[in-house]
């Protein structure tokens, strides 16, 4: 896990090196144990490392194989790697690590492009052929890891992160008004290639992007899950579903336990996790250190799940960490919650897995965590309606989820946001309908588990641990989002997934591994309550923000809506509960924190 940046030149001359340092150190918290660089010819790679995997220098990056002619830098871990080490062994080649890194080099060599589907594991890659200067971009296929892009009429730069990319300078800093649309509507999730600047976009999830040598980009997405029932488990029981989920689950998790450090686990409380632990603890895991954290309750919220972290510490025998957060740590960590943003992010979230973050890093290097299992087996509450007959067609199914999802429709954004922002139509109803209508998913849960575990699960939840993570210099592994486990449950029929108050055939299988009051307990989320109602200091933060000179100089919101908003700074919610006034006045203190000047598109 690590920070990796480069620079290609469409215009025959070297590479900015000083900009591909300046991006780089500003991933240092991704990788606080090296940095190097590298350039030749038209191509420059930098890269920061969080040793995790051959701990030696020999496992350094950019790594550099000049006998095949090749050079990487990447973010990520490859988790059959050792597998993968031996088949290219087998092959003739020779290898100077132990690192999951050099496996990329051969493979890559080996098998061309097609390599990645050899790969299993969380990774963004840039590879570059010293000979020819093709360079070759990737994202694994849940987009675990993030790449984002910079291009202008003489250079393309990439980034594990956005605001690495503002380091190297030179980037349009302009709002996209229809990425903008996206992040007031789609619960602000801004779909890929789009952020919310102009100037940058990011790779999608199961992507690769081929530079060739004379400057042409190639796109291609090589895997995409399939939400259709197959015929050879048509005669499937529930206990064969379960058998399976758990199967594949447990391959999962053992899995993601290669690593040269110790490896730890996040502990909510709730099933995901917990099962987690469980199949750790069955996999030999003795003595696995595990981590909650708590805030203070407020204006009657509870701000900790303890009770169930605890009994499954207990039975399991975890070394078990418990993390309490007073009020006074929250308002401190929001700048750092929001500087670690590559992209604004309106989940309370951020700020808890960011202290939870600093906190573990205090302990290990590595934690197996939760998300995904919600978007991946049907956890979530909008889910059962799409069963219903009037969600059967097309536009009954789009209506069903904007109704339950979407924050607002196009006439509440244009209520909001000034003239100089608005685009015509519906940019974000048609991003749905025609992810709807894709062939592969023909009823209405297949459709909404397929948008949101291809789509928001990435620019969401995942994104979230892996900014919150990093910004501690920790690795955050997904088991539930393993990509065959991910296949497996995209088949799985959806009433099977939905039922139990949803996760039915998750749940049912957890029961073979742990205690059964954390199943049948009510469905919980990661409480802020500082933040889930705002007063006080976090009330002037937001109002500061708005008020700002930048903002009114920006002119993104309509001051009338503003001033309606801060009147009745909690009286407005979303219809998934989020504050309204939060989710702009995040969008503008995420502005600001990074510097972005930019204007209208």
Same mark, same amino acid.
């Given at each position: 896990?690590?920070?990796?940046?480069?620079?290609?030149?469409?215009?025959?001359?070297?590479?900015?090196?000083?900009?591909?340092?300046?991006?780089?150190?500003?991933?240092?918290?991704?990788?606080?144990? #090296?940095?190097?660089?590298?350039?030749? +010819? *038209? $191509?420059? &790679? =930098?890269?920061? @490392? !969080?040793? %995790?995997?051959? /701990?030696?220098?020999?496992?350094?990056?950019?790594?550099?194989?000049?006998?095949?002619?090749?050079?990487?830098?990447?973010?990520?871990?490859?988790?059959?790697?050792?597998?993968?080490?031996?088949?290219?062994?087998?092959?003739?080649?020779?290898?100077?690590?132990?690192?999951?890194?050099?496996?990329?080099?051969?493979?890559?060599?080996?098998?061309?492009?097609?390599?990645?589907?050899?790969?299993?594991?969380?990774?963004?890659? #840039?590879?570059?052929?010293?000979?020819? +200067? *093709? $360079?070759? &971009? =990737?994202?694994? @296929? !849940?987009? %675990?890891?993030? /790449?984002?892009?910079?291009?202008?009429?003489?250079?393309?730069?990439?980034?594990?992160?956005?605001?690495?990319?503002?380091?190297?300078?030179?980037?349009?800093?302009?709002?996209?008004?229809?990425?903008?649309?996206?992040?007031?509507?789609?619960?602000?999730?801004?779909?890929?290639?789009?952020?919310?600047?102009?100037?940058?976009?990011?790779?999608?999830?199961?992507?690769?992007?081929?530079?060739?040598?004379?400057?042409?980009?190639?796109?291609?997405?090589?895997?995409?899950?399939?939400?259709?029932?197959?015929?050879? @488990?048509?005669?499937?029981?529930?206990?064969?579903?379960?058998?399976?989920?758990?199967?594949?689950?447990?391959?999962?998790?053992?899995?993601?336990?290669?690593?040269?450090?110790?490896?730890?686990?996040?502990?909510?409380?709730?099933?995901?996790?917990?099962?987690?632990?469980?199949?750790?603890?069955?996999?030999?895991?003795?003595?696995?250190?595990?981590?909650?954290?708590?805030?203070?309750?407020?204006?009657?919220?509870?701000?900790?799940?303890?009770?169930?972290?605890?009994?499954?510490?207990?039975?399991?025998?975890?070394?078990?960490?418990?993390?309490?957060?007073?009020?006074?740590?929250?308002?401190?960590?929001?700048?750092?919650?929001?500087?670690?943003?590559?992209?604004?992010?309106?989940?309370?979230?951020?700020?808890?897995?960011?202290?939870?973050?600093?906190?573990?890093?205090?302990?290990?290097?590595?934690?197996?965590?939760?998300?995904?299992?919600?978007?991946?087996?049907?956890?979530?509450?909008?889910?059962?309606?799409?069963?219903?007959?009037?969600?059967?067609?097309?536009?009954?199914?789009?209506?069903?989820?904007?109704?339950?999802?979407?924050?607002?429709?196009?006439?509440?954004?244009?209520?909001?946001?000034?003239?100089?922002?608005?685009?015509?139509?519906?940019?974000?109803?048609?991003?749905?309908?025609?992810?709807?209508?894709?062939?592969?998913?023909?009823?209405?849960?297949?459709?909404?588990?397929?948008?949101?575990?291809?789509?928001?699960?990435?620019?969401?939840?995942?994104?979230?641990?892996?900014?919150?993570?990093?910004?501690?210099?920790?690795?955050?592994?997904?088991?539930?989002?393993?990509?065959?486990?991910?296949?497996?449950?995209?088949?799985?029929?959806?009433?099977?997934?939905?039922?139990?108050?949803?996760?039915?055939?998750?749940?049912?299988?957890?029961?073979?591994?742990?205690?059964?009051?954390?199943?049948?307990?009510?469905?919980?989320?990661?409480?802020?309550?500082?933040?889930?109602?705002?007063?006080?200091?976090?009330?002037?933060?937001?109002?500061?923000?708005?008020?700002?000179?930048?903002?009114?100089?920006?002119?993104?919101?309509?001051?009338?809506?503003?001033?309606?908003?801060?009147?009745?700074?909690?009286?407005?919610?979303?219809?998934?509960?989020?504050?309204?006034?939060?989710?702009?006045?995040?969008?503008?203190?995420?502005?600001?924190?990074?510097?972005?000047?930019?204007?209208?598109?």
């Amino acid at each position: 896990m690590c920070g990796a940046t480069g620079e290609v030149r469409l215009d025959g001359r070297t590479p900015d090196i000083g900009a591909v340092s300046a991006m780089a150190e500003t991933m240092s918290s991704r990788g606080p144990d #090296a940095a190097g660089v590298w350039s030749q +010819g *038209r $191509v420059a &790679l =930098g890269h920061r @490392r !969080l040793k %995790i995997i051959d /701990l030696t220098e020999a496992g350094a990056q950019p790594m550099i194989d000049p006998e095949l002619g090749l050079a990487v830098c990447w973010n990520g871990c490859i988790y059959n790697y050792k597998e993968l080490r031996a088949e290219l062994s087998g092959h003739g080649y020779r290898f100077f690590s132990h690192s999951d890194t050099e496996v990329l080099i051969k493979a890559y060599h080996h098998w061309g492009d097609r390599f990645v589907e050899h790969l299993k594991g969380m990774f963004a890659f #840039a590879i570059a052929e010293r000979d020819t +200067g *093709r $360079v070759l &971009l =990737g994202r694994d @296929r !849940l987009g %675990i890891k993030p /790449l984002y892009l910079s291009e202008t009429g003489d250079r393309i730069r990439f980034a594990s992160s956005l605001p690495a990319l503002l380091a190297g300078g030179g980037v349009d800093t302009g709002i996209d008004s229809v990425a903008l649309h996206h992040y007031l509507t789609f619960h602000s999730v801004v779909p890929p290639p789009r952020t919310i600047l102009r100037g940058v976009k990011k790779v999608p999830p199961a992507s690769i992007v081929a530079i060739e040598p004379d400057g042409t980009q190639r796109t291609t997405v090589y895997w995409s899950p399939d939400f259709s029932r197959r015929a050879e @488990r048509a005669d499937w029981s529930e206990r064969d579903w379960e058998d399976a989920v758990l199967q594949s689950l447990r391959e999962a998790v053992e899995r993601r336990l290669v690593a040269d450090v110790p490896v730890g686990c996040l502990l909510s409380g709730g099933v995901d996790s917990s099962l987690i632990v469980g199949l750790l603890a069955e996999a030999g895991q003795h003595g696995l250190k595990t981590f909650s954290i708590g805030f203070e309750s407020v204006n009657g919220v509870a701000g900790d799940e303890f009770k169930y972290s605890d009994i499954v510490a207990q039975h399991f025998g975890t070394d078990h960490h418990q993390i309490r957060i007073d009020t006074a740590r929250m308002l401190p960590a929001l700048d750092g919650a929001i500087a670690a943003m590559s992209e604004p992010m309106v989940s309370h979230d951020c700020v808890a897995f960011y202290l939870l973050s600093q906190e573990v890093a205090k302990h290990v290097k590595v934690v197996q965590s939760g998300q995904g299992a919600d978007e991946v087996f049907a956890g979530y509450h909008w889910y059962p309606p799409m069963a219903e007959p009037a969600a059967a067609s097309l536009d009954g199914a789009v209506n069903s989820y904007r109704g339950a999802f979407f924050d607002r429709d196009s006439a509440g954004v244009a209520s909001l946001i000034s003239d100089a922002y608005r685009v015509d139509g519906d940019p974000s109803g048609v991003f749905v309908t025609d992810h709807f209508g894709a062939p592969g998913a023909e009823t209405g849960v297949d459709r909404a588990l397929r948008l949101d575990t291809t789509v928001m699960l990435v620019d969401d939840p995942v994104k979230r641990v892996d900014n919150m993570t990093m910004a501690w210099g920790l690795e955050g592994r997904v088991p539930f989002l393993d990509h065959e486990l991910v296949e497996l449950a995209a088949t799985c029929p959806p009433e099977l997934k939905t039922a139990h108050g949803g996760k039915g055939v998750l749940k049912e299988a957890a029961r073979r591994v742990i205690p059964a009051a954390v199943i049948d307990r009510p469905k919980g989320y990661f409480p802020v309550p500082a933040l889930t109602h705002l007063e006080g200091p976090y009330l002037n933060m937001v109002r500061d923000a708005l008020y700002a000179p930048e903002a009114k100089e920006r002119g993104l919101f309509r001051p009338e809506a503003v001033e309606r908003l801060l009147a009745d700074p909690n009286g407005r919610l979303t219809p998934l509960r989020g504050n309204e006034l939060w989710q702009i006045g995040l969008l503008e203190l995420w502005l600001q924190r990074h510097g972005i000047t930019g204007s209208a598109a």
